[in-house]
């Protein structure tokens, strides 16, 4: 092997049009593209942020996204709703904010409001109420209306509206061994 010359096993550079000077900017382009999605599964929108930022003409970031999209390595649809059922299930998400997360990750509101489809009302009661049983496990003893708080603050910042969270936070706080009268 050559000084400077990269072994065949080694990851590609960074820069790609510094490592090959006479690729064309389509080549440069796909290769950005297949890199980021060799890590991640990403949208649409994501893609053309990361091709702008490495200084990608709009025109060929569209010919190299459309053909991605034409053989299926990009799809919106089911990134969205892989998205949606990761961030509800691991993270316990409501509605609200895992419409923000699509969002903010460029996926189109159709899209978006079919992948938040999946998410039902009564899925997303469950899903409340197994966050306020696991946080309060680690509460005992503490006052009630602190209690209260605190699990409001925890569904808030979940994306789950007062109605939703209300009944349910007032339900485990009052059903707790330490708040019953004798």
Do not use: F, N
């Amino acid at each position: 092997m050559e000084p400077g010359e990269r072994p065949e096993w080694a990851p590609p550079p960074d820069d790609t049009a510094a490592a090959v000077p006479d690729a064309d900017a389509e080549s440069v382009a796909r290769a950005i593209a297949l890199r980021q999605l060799s890590m991640a599964p990403r949208s649409r929108s994501q893609l053309e942020k990361k091709l702008r930022q490495r200084g990608c003409e709009d025109d060929v970031a569209a010919r190299v996204l459309d053909r991605l999209t034409e053989v299926g390595l990009i799809d919106d649809e089911a990134y969205a709703q892989m998205l949606v059922r990761s961030k509800q299930s691991d993270k316990g998400l409501a509605r609200r904010a895992l419409a923000h997360e699509l969002r903010k990750q460029g996926i189109d509101q159709e899209i978006a409001d079919e992948a938040l489809g999946q998410v039902g009302a009564g899925a997303e009661r469950v899903r409340a109420e197994q966050l306020v049983a696991k946080k309060l496990r680690s509460m005992r003893g503490l006052a009630p209306d602190v209690q209260t708080r605190r699990l409001a603050g925890l569904l808030a910042r979940k994306g789950y509206s007062g109605e939703v969270a209300w009944p349910i936070i007032r339900d485990a706080v009052d059903g707790l061994p330490e708040h019953l009268r004798d």
